[in-house]
């Protein structure tokens, strides 16, 4: 699936709500699933934003420096170990030059705001927000005096040292999520992604952005079922 690029701009209205993708069972049971975090600060406050975004219903506890979360409803063992792996993967977002240098990490995206929205010729995309507009103006600023055609802002996730933009930019699959042209400094609020992407892609991908901005400085310990 060849990616065609990012939209930079400002977004003044959105028309779509994310559909999340954390899908109950229902059940008579009471549930065995449970998670156990560690977090070097804000912990308590970082799981909660976490489990609130997958809109399950879920009882916290804590003791010292871990927490433990167990599930009041069950989902499917299919779901609860893919929540699990994007939560373990490490996987982060981050903006990077076409010498794979890092011009932005992951901090620069809004937690949780990504959505899998449509445009108005009903091209799936997904959008999110950004946590510093100057930040962003700085690193476009940059970007945009490079030598044309290296002027891109490259958009990785999970990037493993030893990938390059140069090798993926002509494979029909590259392993970067987009890396549009930037010719002008850019001062804006939302970023948005596009490509030939289904609304199931789009869907995952916002998840996926989401989990990783989430979860950012949570360790997943291990998995209790009782």
Same mark, same amino acid.
């Given at each position: 699936m060849?990616?065609?690029?990012?939209?930079?701009?400002?977004?003044?209205?959105?028309?779509?709500?994310?559909?999340?993708?954390?899908?109950?069972?229902?059940?008579?049971?009471?549930?065995?699933? +449970?998670?156990?975090?560690?977090?070097?600060?804000?912990?308590?406050?970082?799981?909660?934003?976490?489990?609130d975004?997958?809109?399950?219903e879920?009882?916290?506890?804590?003791?010292?420096?871990?927490?433990?979360?167990?599930?009041?409803?069950?989902?499917?063992d299919?779901?609860?170990?893919?929540?699990?792996?994007?939560?373990? +993967?490490?996987?982060?977002?981050?903006?990077?030059?076409?010498?794979?240098?890092?011009?932005?990490?992951?901090?620069?995206?809004?937690?949780?705001?990504?959505?899998?929205?449509?445009?108005?010729?009903?091209?799936?995309?997904?959008?999110?927000?950004?946590?510093?507009?100057?930040?962003?103006?700085?690193?476009?600023?940059?970007?945009?005096?490079? &030598?044309?055609?290296?002027?891109?802002?490259?958009?990785?996730?999970g990037?493993?040292?030893?990938?390059t933009?140069?090798?993926?930019?002509? &494979?029909?699959?590259?392993?970067?999520?987009?890396?549009?042209?930037?010719?002008?400094?850019?001062?804006?609020?939302?970023?948005?992604?596009?490509?030939?992407f289904t609304?199931?892609?789009?869907?995952?991908?916002?998840?996926?952005?989401?989990?990783s901005?989430?979860?950012?400085?949570?360790?997943?310990?291990?998995?209790?079922?009782?």
């Amino acid at each position: 699936m060849k990616r065609t690029g990012i939209y930079l701009g400002t977004i003044i209205a959105l028309t779509a709500v994310a559909a999340f993708m954390f899908m109950l069972l229902p059940t008579n049971s009471k549930s065995t699933q +449970s998670l156990q975090f560690t977090s070097q600060n804000h912990g308590e406050q970082a799981i909660k934003e976490l489990m609130d975004y997958t809109e399950l219903e879920y009882e916290l506890t804590s003791n010292h420096d871990s927490w433990t979360v167990k599930l009041q409803e069950d989902i499917s063992d299919e779901r609860f170990e893919e929540l699990k792996t994007m939560i373990q +993967s490490g996987k982060e977002l981050s903006f990077r030059d076409h010498q794979d240098n890092l011009m932005l990490s992951q901090d620069i995206i809004k937690k949780g705001s990504a959505e899998s929205e449509e445009t108005g010729n009903g091209q799936p995309v997904v959008t999110f927000s950004l946590t510093s507009e100057e930040k962003f103006y700085e690193v476009t600023s940059k970007i945009s005096n490079t &030598k044309k055609p290296n002027n891109v802002l490259v958009m990785w996730f999970g990037y493993e040292e030893g990938q390059t933009y140069l090798e993926e930019r002509d &494979k029909e699959d590259p392993a970067y999520l987009s890396a549009p042209k930037v010719n002008q400094r850019l001062k804006t609020s939302k970023v948005q992604i596009t490509g030939n992407f289904t609304k199931e892609e789009t869907h995952k991908l916002a998840e996926k952005i989401n989990i990783s901005t989430l979860s950012q400085g949570l360790t997943l310990v291990e998995k209790n079922e009782k």
